[in-house]
């Protein structure tokens, strides 16, 4: 899957934390959501994936599905397990990991 370039110097801890800041308030900060995920590769992500669940011991696909609403929702409603597996595996594989 493509990505934009990815960070050289990032923190998967302080990125999980910008990620839970931006489900806080009335609606999500999708522009926030997108400057964290849309800027690191697979393996950024599933550190990040990984990093959230140590600090808020809660899944961070979940929290990122019961976020999505609206535009967000429908681009991704479609498949939305495939979605997510992409969003963190390397080669697509639907693992209970994910």
Not at 7 to 36: C, H, Q
Not at 46 to 54: C, F, N, S, V, W
Request: hydrophobic share 40%; aromatic share 10%; proline share 3%.
């Amino acid at each position: 899957m493509a990505t934009l370039l990815a960070l050289e110097d990032f923190s998967p801890g302080e990125d999980a934390m910008a990620l839970n800041k931006a489900f806080e308030g009335w609606s999500t900060d999708r522009k926030g959501m997108i400057r964290i995920l849309g800027h690191r590769n697979v393996d950024q992500r599933k550190q990040i994936r990984l990093a959230y669940q140590e600090i808020y011991q809660e899944d961070l696909n979940k929290k990122l599905k019961s976020e999505l609403l609206g535009d967000f929702e429908v681009l991704v409603t479609p498949c939305p397990r495939k979605a997510w597996t992409f969003l963190f595996n390397r080669d697509g594989s639907a693992s209970q990991d994910v």
